[in-house]
């Protein structure tokens, strides 16, 4: 049964109601993945809410509800952490659950932005040292001692003048009725006990043994199913349908038009695939039609004579680059690419007379209600959406075009569906990372000091893709930041550590370049500016040059950088996204003429580590995913159409191709700050910069297959 | 439409489909059986993995009609309680982020060490190539089936 809380007192009334049980509404699809028919649950019955993070049953077992969409950033795991340790809970009797979405009892339910555990660190602690702060009071209530004389360890309150001893289970009934504390104290980082050390993803054993707890594996008697025919090329628009052969296929109950898609519905997955295949539909122009190359044109044209947005300018520029003793100028390009996560969209919808009901996966649940709710003109509070697992998302399940899609057919064929894309329709649909290319220039003194620094951005469909503040902003007193949007229709998102995905490679090569020209360390010149930038700033600051020294500085000395290596040639990138800061040293070999990627070490600084398992596999995997885009995939387009539709013919990353990779953490004791995407931003630049140190050739496009250097005959 | 009696984990289970319905869908909308994902369907990144006859075989480009008699392992029953040595070393070295590849990953895993208990280096990596991880958790998935076999 579905129900949501909406604030303590009703909880406890709830509470009241259920005879010190407590039925709560929550989705039940979770660690253990429960059969697919039982997707809704509750805390458990008999168990005690504290509030609407956690609850303690009798027998001391701890419920966790987790509220932020899952897509691997392990979030499921370290929410719950940062509850249990200002709890004290024994972590082996903690359960964790999947909330559903529930704007009522949390706040900012979404995946992006690296932004979650910053975000919700200090509520999640408050919600763990409350309940155990009320649990403790329950003790000295019930012992007659004084509160101050009790304490909490391993899920058991304490007395030590007495040896009284009492576990959560027993203490929760009473611990509950009591005033809600404002100020429970919170722990200090030297006590905790879970809090970065390493944890195991709570959802392993249902992942290993293929328990269903992803979108696709939601089932439900009577749904129907349901694929999409959208159009092949950007710029097109249906202009006939002939449906009738699809509509003849066994297994098929419809064929509905609506905007500009043709939705085969079935029953089941195979026969709306072979069906759709007979679906007639000619399409006509409605906007440019653009190929590849086109776009390499537009880039030209608009780098050179398009109208820039100033995004900050700092000194004189004309200036500073007139009395320039070297200039030197670069341009770097990447290619629009797919998110792919391996879980392709989907969602469930069921549009009923009383209200919908949604299940699936996505980054933003809040937001896809909302306008779920403006397309149907259905009022929020009557749409509940349950969030199951999300197989990866890398920003594309930040839009929810596939939910509005599947509200839509519901409400349209009156019927509960589930509405699946193919992989060629994840992959030729659009709303990829933007194709971009940069235009740096630097000018140099007579004594290699960078006096002048410009960058102008050109996109398509990416918004602002500058990062105008970032390093080396600051440091160089003359310096013009600007940024160039083209307007497309080929669809864009965000992907993965947005713009950052490739301006970190763009600038960090670039810099590489400078110092070069400079004549100096590539190490040491970035030092030199950030030392420049602490003493003499130029215009606003706004990365912390203690925390980018700090990760310069570490992975310098963990990769022994400047100490000759035989055969290794090494390449240096440091970057600040989101709120970490993250360096890298790529080391590179020649075999066979042909550089290979040997080994990544990272220095990350995201501040307070939660789980240092989850920690080493965002910093890994977000290595790997740089590398593997910066290395092999793009995403081109033929007549408005992607050429790419299938793992056939788009490369990601495969295992042969991983380096080592060594993640080391800055342990400074400041808050958390995120780690899902900063350690993606810099592997491109480390690994360019060290494949020319082997191979003295400079990589300013991507993918770096593309290039000669990798055939051996550069 | 034929009716097809599959081995499936041990169990005579039954399918009322077109011949040519992959084998993937079968297990998925038609007997329940959900640990074996679609990534692809054109055989290229290995989330959906099943064992026929103990060999590895990619069920979305695998016709119902052609698996006849044959013994079907799916990741559920690879293990009765997820206790193969596989299952556990994914455990033990936390291998999952998102989870989705994960089942495909084990049971191509599984199906090299019953062939060859003591893979080198090398044959994991040949073995593995054609299972796509695209979080990136392949240096994790590499120790884990070094770590199963040594306790195999």
């Known amino acids: 049964m579905q129900q949501s809380i909406n604030s303590r007192r009703d909880f406890l009334k709830k509470a009241a109601i259920a005879g010190g049980g407590l039925v709560l509404g929550f989705s039940w699809f979770g660690a253990d993945g429960e059969a697919p028919a039982v997707l809704k649950g509750s805390f458990p019955e008999k168990s005690i809410g504290f509030n609407s993070y956690l609850s303690i049953a009798a027998d001391g077992r701890v419920t966790i509800l987790s509220p932020n969409p899952e897509l691997g950033q392990n979030i499921m795991t370290s929410f719950p952490m940062i509850v249990a340790e200002e709890l004290d809970a024994d972590w082996t009797k903690v359960k964790v659950e999947q909330a559903a979405l529930d704007t009522k009892s949390f706040d900012r339910q979404l995946t992006g932005g690296s932004g979650a555990v910053p975000h919700s660190w200090k509520r999640l602690r408050m919600a763990g040292a409350t309940a155990r702060a009320m649990l403790i009071q329950a003790a000295a209530t019930q012992w007659s001692v004084p509160v101050t004389e009790c304490t909490a360890s391993n899920g058991f309150v304490l007395h030590a003048a007495s040896g009284k001893k009492a576990g959560f289970g027993e203490l929760a009934a009473l611990a509950a009725t009591l005033q809600v504390p404002k100020d429970a104290p919170l722990k200090d980082r030297k006590d905790f006990k879970i809090i970065g050390h390493a944890v195991k993803n709570v959802a392993n054993k249902g992942i290993v043994t293929g328990k269903p707890m992803f979108g696709l594996d939601f089932y439900r008697e009577g749904m129907l199913f349901a694929m999409i025919q959208r159009p092949p090329a950007f710029g097109t628009k249906i202009k006939t349908v002939d449906s009738a052969a699809a509509k003849a296929m066994p297994g098929i109950i419809d064929v509905v038009v609506f905007k500009n898609n043709v939705a085969v519905v079935g029953k089941s997955t195979w026969e709306i695939i072979k069906a759709r295949k007979l679906l007639k539909v000619e399409y006509e122009n409605e906007g440019a039609i653009e190929s590849t190359s086109d776009h390499n044109a537009i880039f030209r044209t608009v780098m050179d004579n398009g109208k820039p947005e100033v995004k900050r300018k700092d000194g004189d520029v004309d200036a500073a680059f007139a009395s320039a003793a070297k200039i030197i100028k670069a341009e770097y390009q990447c290619p629009f690419l797919s998110h792919s996560p391996m879980e392709p969209m989907n969602f469930f919808a069921h549009v009923k007379a009383d209200g919908v009901e949604l299940v699936g996966p996505s980054q933003t649940p809040a937001s896809a209600r909302t306008a779920v709710s403006k397309l149907l003109n259905i009022s929020e509070d009557k749409i509940t959406l349950e969030l199951t697992r999300l197989g990866g998302g890398f920003g594309r399940r930040l839009k929810f075009d596939y939910v509005l899609e599947a509200a839509e057919l519901s409400s349209i064929i009156k019927a509960p569906v589930k509405l699946i894309w193919t992989r060629e329709d994840d992959m030729t649909g659009g709303n990829y990372r933007p194709a971009v290319r940069y235009h740096f220039e630097a000018a140099l003194d007579a004594k290699g000091n960078l006096v002048g620094y410009k960058c102008r951005g050109v996109g398509i469909n990416a918004g602002n893709l500058v990062r105008e503040d970032n390093f080396p902003s600051g440091a160089v007193d003359n310096l013009l930041i600007e940024s160039i949007d083209y307007k497309s229709p080929v669809t864009t998102g965000a992907w993965r550590a947005p713009i950052t995905n490739f301006l970190g490679f763009a600038e960090q090569a670039f810099i590489d370049e400078v110092a070069e020209a400079a004549g100096k360390d590539p190490v040491q010149f970035r030092l030199e500016l950030l030392s420049k930038a602490r003493i003499t700033p130029a215009g606003a600051i706004k990365y912390n040059i203690d925390r980018m020294e700090g990760v310069i500085k570490m992975a310098a000395e963990k990769s022994g950088w400047g100490i000759k290596k035989p055969g290794i040639s090494q390449g240096f990138s440091v970057y600040f996204s989101h709120q970490s800061y993250v360096a890298q040293v790529c080391e590179v070999a020649m075999q066979a003429g042909k550089p290979v990627v040997k080994k990544i070490y990272a220095a990350a600084d995201c501040g307070q580590v939660i789980n240092l398992s989850g920690a080493r596999q965002q910093v890994m995997g977000g290595i790997t995913d740089g590398l593997g885009h910066a290395m092999y995939s793009k995403l081109s387009f033929k007549n408005g159409a992607a050429e790419q539709s299938n793992f056939h013919n788009y490369r990601l990353i495969r295992m042969k191709e991983i380096p080592e990779i060594e993640p080391y953490f800055v342990d400074n004791g400041i808050d958390p700050t995120g780690l899902g995407e900063p350690a993606l931003p810099p592997t491109g630049g480390a690994v360019a910069n060290a494949i020319y140190k082997a191979a003295g050739k400079r990589l300013r496009n991507q993918p770096f297959m593309d290039e000669p250097v990798f055939s051996g005959k550069a | ?152």
Request: proline residues 5%; charged residues 15%; hydrophobic residues 40%.
């Open chain 2, 1 to 152: 439409m034929p009716v097809y009696n599959l081995q499936i984990n041990g169990k005579q289970l039954t399918a009322d489909v077109a011949a040519d319905t992959p084998l993937l869908w079968v297990l998925r909308d038609h007997l329940g059986l959900l640990g074996t994902k679609y990534g692809c369907g054109i055989a290229q990144c290995g989330a959906c993995t099943v064992h026929m006859n103990g060999v590895a075989m990619r069920s979305c480009s695998l016709p119902v009609s052609a698996v006849r008699t044959a013994a079907i392992t799916t990741i559920e029953g690879l293990s009765v309680d997820g206790d193969h040595p596989l299952q556990k070393a994914w455990d033990e070295t936390d291998v999952p982020q998102c989870g989705y590849c994960q089942a495909g990953q084990i049971m191509t895993a599984a199906a090299l060490l019953k062939r060859n208990p003591h893979p080198s280096l090398t044959e994991i990596e040949d073995t593995m190539q054609g299972n796509i991880c695209r979080c990136g958790a392949y240096h994790r998935i590499r120790e884990a089936i070094q770590l199963a076999s040594t306790k195999i």
